[in-house]
């Protein structure tokens, strides 16, 4: 019954690796988001989709491709992984772009 | 360049007492202003917002203040209770003509000591 949820919550890998984490809400909205937040939890948009479309792009390396196979889904795949894309990435949605936005539990991403 | 930003990152209060916490804004423009609540392993969640044609607004056991004129947020809490320690984040939000994304501040830990 989990309304925004994620998958893995802990994820741990090698620098120059490639991952992904998804995302799924069972809400009904048809607005998804990625954000990342660093270790200061300082939070950051980086995508935004409406409809399976990309929206928001707020200048993220384009070694993140986020996919988005329906509007319930958004995930994030990140290739070639660095030290510094270590942070817990949160999804989150909402009815439209002008509504309250629901957060996933996050995915702490670990790079060695 | 303009940020949301807030005051303090920790605030220690007694159980029971109220608390208040702070939040500085630069962009003039914004309208639209969320408190969010993270606790520890959790995702923010949605406490209360405001928007720029109002001066106060209340929920249970929480009140949000806006002062446009000097650009300030602050979020107060009544008779703190062990379950209101967290992280709070003032977001505000910006509207692109297809959507909108949220700016958030750093971020202030309440810690609630019983």
């Known amino acids: 019954d989990t309304a925004v949820s994620q998958t893995p919550k802990y994820l741990v890998t090698q620098m120059g690796n490639d991952k992904s984490i998804k995302c799924e809400q069972n809400?009904?909205?048809?607005?998804m988001y990625w954000y990342k937040q660093d270790s200061k939890k300082f939070l950051k948009i980086m995508f935004s989709?409406?409809?399976?479309?990309?929206?928001i792009n707020e200048t993220v390396p384009n070694r993140f491709s986020p996919k988005s196979p329906d509007k319930a889904h958004l995930n994030l795949h990140i290739n070639s992984l660095e030290l510094g894309d270590s942070a817990v990435y949160f999804c989150?949605?909402?009815?439209?772009?002008?509504?309250?936005?629901?957060f996933g539990p996050g995915t702490r991403l670990t790079v060695l | 360049g303009e940020s949301v930003g807030l005051h303090l990152p920790t605030l220690s209060v007694q159980e029971g007492d109220n608390s208040i916490i702070n939040c500085a804004y630069s962009?003039?423009?914004?309208?639209?202003f969320i408190w969010y609540k993270q606790e520890s392993g959790k995702g923010p969640q949605f406490i209360i917002d405001?928007?720029?044609?109002?001066d106060k607004r209340q929920g249970q056991r929480v009140t949000v203040l806006l002062n446009k004129t000097v650009k300030h947020l602050s979020l107060q809490i009544a008779a703190t209770q062990p379950g209101d320690s967290a992280v709070y984040f003032c977001?505000?939000?910006?509207?692109?003509?297809?959507?909108?994304?949220?700016?958030f501040g750093g971020g202030t830990r309440l810690m609630v000591k019983p």
């Open positions: 989150a949605s909402s009815q439209g772009s002008y509504n309250e936005q629901f």
């Open positions: 809400l009904g909205h048809d607005t």
């Open positions: 989709y409406n409809n399976k479309e990309l929206i």
């Open positions: 962009n003039s423009a914004s309208d639209y």
């Open positions: 405001i928007r720029s044609n109002m």
């Open positions: 977001a505000e939000k910006i509207y692109y003509n297809a959507g909108n994304m949220l700016t």
